[in-house]
């Protein structure tokens, strides 16, 4: 049924909204019922495991849909220099935290430092959710020469997450683009050797 | 006195594991004098704002206990080569990250992400914070002949903050110790320009 669909739907877009800008603890299933305009019984309908269940899958639908962007921004349709992709995305990254008013662009970051030490299985959902990104940019960065792709790759999404957060900090997107010349620099170096 | 110096102190020290543990969401008061100890009432005796006064002072107290620390590892006693400094710093927080059972390294950085969209004054007090360890590491820096120290810094703060996120998430020092590399790579490449 299409409504159906789009009413669960409109719960876990409403919940990824709400973690990406107040995080996970400070969201309550009530806001996220009453973001998605969703009767309020819905959600556990849908997500009978309540919030816990809703925060992972809110962490593998959105760690997908970013690992597919990393697939567009470092494919093999997306040019040959490594260098020029990584700053590239780190400017664009810029762009998307001031038109989300600095919520975060990355949709797991608050959600993985709160749940790390508290909520095994959340925990788990974000480390799987890191390392598919990381493996993805590896795998575009090994392709095109660089050979401790890996390490590489883990230290560039690693600056990203970080410049995020003091770009968030500061309502801010300039961390972020210094950060691109930081993150092109890496990259450089990786290609060198 | 004594015993209410103690008493206000230890209601801080937990308050600032608690948050680095789980965050400041999740965080009650109740909690936060259970876990010091604390007769229920002295933490709105010492904290009369309630849980938004404690967490700007844990984040205010925390952040000049780093910044003691920046100070430490990048002074004028620390050495002259700021790549070895750096990566050194990195190692030594790896080692840190592992000691404290992947709880964050960094006190203020959950509590960074949760509030920069819901609370102005946390928000503030984060990004000041942030401010002041970029400033030192900056000035160390620019003592050492880096041209764009300030740059620089912010980067490696950022890749720092990030790398505690992934570290956290895979209950693991390794992208720690490989941000150590980058880190270094960072600078190097900043002494050369």
């Known amino acids: 049924m299409t409504t159906t669909g789009d009413t669960r739907a409109r719960i876990l877009t409403a919940a990824t909204e709400l973690f990406r800008r107040q995080g996970y603890a400070a969201t309550g299933m009530k806001q996220i019922v ?3 305009e969703a009767p309020y019984g819905s959600a556990y309908h849908f997500f009978p495991g309540g919030k816990a269940q809703l925060g992972e899958e809110v962490v593998r639908t959105s760690g997908a849909a970013y690992l597919a962007l990393i697939g567009e921004l470092f ?3 997306a040019g040959t ?3 020029e ?3 590239e995305a780190f400017l664009g990254a810029a762009a998307t935290l001031e038109s989300l008013d600095f919520a975060d662009p990355c949709p797991i970051a608050t959600v993985a430092l709160e749940v790390a030490s508290t909520h095994e299985g959340l925990r788990r ?3 799987e959710v890191f390392a598919s990104w990381i493996d993805a940019l590896a795998g575009s960065y090994a392709s095109r020469g660089i050979g401790s792709a890996r390490a590489t790759a883990t230290s560039v999404i690693a600056l990203l997450e970080g410049a ?3 770009g968030r900090a500061n309502r801010s997107p300039e961390p972020v683009l210094t950060a691109a010349s ?3 620099a890496i990259v450089a170096g990786a290609l060198r050797n």
């Open 75 to 77: 494919g093999e349709d």
């Open 182 to 184: 930081a993150a092109a």
């Open 125 to 127: 959902a974000t480390a």
């Open 164 to 166: 995020f957060m003091l």
């Open 34 to 36: 009453a973001t998605a």
């Open 81 to 83: 220099d490594p260098v």
């Open 85 to 87: 992709a990584t700053r």
